[in-house]
């Protein structure tokens, strides 16, 4: 199985999320972390600048520059996008070395075939000389050392940028799963789309995503407010606006009520067998998303059960499948 880490081409791990690309290289660790994003020169028909570069360019490109995301909600949402991003990031990590690398990436547990073969052509065109898949949950437990290839459930709630996902884990693969394409972008969009309704101002999706981080909370605090650049729905001039966190609180409950039935369905369909295990050692929370101030605590107090945030949400999937890379005995995780 894993006779490509002895052969003499590179193996990356990469962790191709909706909002963030990560890549790991055995016994180096993470080598990047950039948005996944990839700029377009409709002038020249050609793309140029990706992650951080090109991230910074919106809302300042010109007409003929688009900055474009290759995936949506977890899934390759334009493969011509996704194969010149993908090329774009096999060229920067393995520039120092003229063969073609073997990948793994992590994608998630409820991608189709055909949103997994696109991957996998995507990787193919973008330069790398084998592609395996890993699945996100399996990746985000084996980064947070847990156990997975024990006769014993594991449950990971993993909250995104654009999927929200829940998988019972045992003996190395995923019992089953169940997901939800809506998790921190779509908070962000419920941000915005509370302060139009009911302010009639218009935030930003970058000051959105500031606000959610910084005044986003799911239980009410003493109020804080944040002062943010806004356009006026009405004058249609721009201003600058005072955001309450209160007002952050009601935008953001109904995106986490979703999160809670996507778990409460998991939980009342488990089988019997994992009960024990699950309600005895709880649920583990990764995902980016995961850091919303209270996401924990809400999770728990709503379906009585201990929900444990692991220590580092933005990187255990992708230490994990770098731990697949690194660790022969978990080749078996590895898919197509
Ligand atoms: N402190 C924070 N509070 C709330 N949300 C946060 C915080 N930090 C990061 N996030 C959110 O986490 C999300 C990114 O998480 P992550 O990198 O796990 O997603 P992804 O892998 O790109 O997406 P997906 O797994 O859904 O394809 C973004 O929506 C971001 O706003």
Do not use: W
Request: glycine residues 8%; aromatic residues 6%.
């Amino acid at each position: 199985m894993f006779s490509f880490i002895r052969s003499s081409n590179a193996s990356f791990a990469i962790d191709l999320g909706t909002n963030n690309t990560l890549v790991y290289q055995p016994h180096k660790g993470i080598i990047l972390e950039e948005p996944t994003s990839i700029a377009f020169d409709s002038k020249r028909r050609s793309f140029f600048e990706c992650g951080e570069s090109s991230k910074r360019m919106v809302g300042k490109n010109p007409k003929n520059i688009e900055i474009m995301q290759p995936l949506s909600k977890g899934a390759i949402s334009n493969l011509t996008v996704a194969k010149a991003y993908i090329k774009e990031v096999i060229a920067r990590i393995s520039r120092k070395n003229f063969l073609k690398p073997h990948i793994v990436v992590s994608v998630p547990s409820d991608l189709n075939v055909m949103e997994r073969n696109a991957v996998i052509e995507a990787g193919r065109e973008g330069g790398a000389k084998s592609v395996q898949l890993i699945k996100d949950p399996l990746a985000a437990a084996l980064g947070s050392h847990h156990a997975v290839e024990k006769p014993q459930g594991v449950l990971v709630l993993d909250v995104g940028a654009g999927v929200s996902d829940i998988s019972l884990l045992s003996l190395g693969g995923i019992v089953m799963s169940k997901s939800l394409r809506m998790a921190g972008n779509d908070i962000d969009e419920a941000i915005i789309e509370y302060f139009k309704a009911s302010k009639r101002v218009l935030i930003s999706p970058l000051d959105a995503e500031r606000i959610k981080h910084e005044l986003g909370n799911l239980f009410k605090e003493e109020e804080k407010v944040l002062n943010v650049s806004v356009k006026n729905l009405i004058t249609r001039l721009p201003e600058t606006f005072y955001v309450s966190s209160l007002d952050v609180h009601q935008a953001i409950l109904p995106i986490a009520d979703k999160i809670v039935r996507l778990t409460h369905s998991m939980l009342s369909e488990l089988p019997p067998v994992f009960a024990q295990d699950i309600y005895d050692r709880g649920i583990v929370l990764t995902g980016g998303s995961s850091m919303l101030k209270g996401l924990d605590a809400y999770l728990s107090s709503k379906l009585e059960i201990a929900v444990n945030p692991v220590e580092n949400p933005l990187h255990n999937i992708i230490l994990g499948a770098g731990r697949v890379i690194e660790e022969e005995r978990y080749g078996s995780l590895l898919g197509a």
